[in-house]
């Protein structure tokens, strides 16, 4: 029988106490994209372990309705968690009112840290898009690469996409503009010497495979290239990763896609984690953006309580609540129950803003 394991709270590095005086110079924010509590719970119970995600010692419960649906899509959802704004379904980085609002990625930029995102999907899917793009239209992909191409807020990425910098309707080449602007440009991470201040690396043409079609450890691997590329940036870094694919496996109801999507993203979390345990300066937070899927872990095929059958009741977005998970400075900041937009405001305050 397998036994599911609670959230650590004796953590002293995460204690409120500990971190009450120290600023988080670094954030790493996590968005487990379509990720509740039921995607983790069934993850540690097929995998036999407890999450990374779960040991964190600060925990809290955020709502997700958007500005028009009681159901929000990830490109409004991506906007509250980014900017603290909420907006329509369908649009990103920018109000309901389609006034442009600017996100904490931004924020950091200009108070001169180092920023990068990393993605298991186009860099100009809905969510990465919220934190650099501004569109009422979340499908517009070329035009949102035009925003990333043309940002100077944005040092470094991983994720899918080039065919919208590259092969575009309007005939131009972004990534030319962008190289000529000092970005340098790899196909996989293996390859990736960086000799420019500012580097992209597109695993894919349009999104990545899966981790059941190949995809590897894309999500890990980034986070660790990251993470040493602007760690001895003297005035620290954010980075966000999302574990877009969760959502997808969630809309397909493929328990064996979500679960190694799991592993992918809860791998890249500890990751960071063993980073903030050394660096002491680095606030990690875990969330999502909403639920999908209407998952529920039921009783198994032999109802005598010893197993589960992991049951959807449906092939969209919900508007059951989500997690917070944290840790390190200003962790404590995240406890409670809050509504995703505002997150950023225990962000900035936990970084001294």
Known sequence: MFTFS?????????????????????????????????????????????LAMQSMPFTGNSTTYSADKLITDSGAAGTAIATGHKTNNGMIGMNADSTAVVSML??????????????????????????????????????????FATTDKLDYFVGGGRNHFQKREDGQDLLSGMQENGWQFFD???????????FGVFVADEHPASVLEGRGDLLPKATALLIKQMSAHENGFFLMIEGSQIDWAGHENDSAYLINEMADFDA????????????????????????????????GPNKDYTRIHLHYSSGNHTSVSVPVFAYGPGAEYFTGVYDNIDIIDKVMKASGY
Do not use: W
């Open 6 to 50: 609670a959230c650590v709270t004796s953590n002293d590095e995460g204690h409120a106490e500990d971190n009450q005086a120290v600023v988080a110079k670094n954030v790493i924010l996590f968005i487990g994209d379509g990720m509740s509590y039921a995607q983790i719970q069934a993850a540690e119970t097929i995998l036999n372990k407890q």
């Open 106 to 147: 931004e924020m950091f930029a200009d108070a001169g840290k180092k920023t990068a995102i990393a993605v298991s999907c186009g860099i100009t899917h809905a969510t990465p898009a919220a934190f650099v793009a501004k569109n009422i239209n979340r499908n517009d992909y070329e035009a949102i690469a035009a925003d």
């Open 188 to 198: 996989e991470l293996t390859a990736v010497v960086p000799t420019s201040t500012k």
């Open 268 to 299: 890249a979390v500890l990751e960071a984690l063993q980073f903030a345990k050394k660096d002491g300066e680095t606030l990690v937070v875990v969330t999502s953006d909403h639920e999908t899927g209407g998952l529920t872990l039921v009783n």
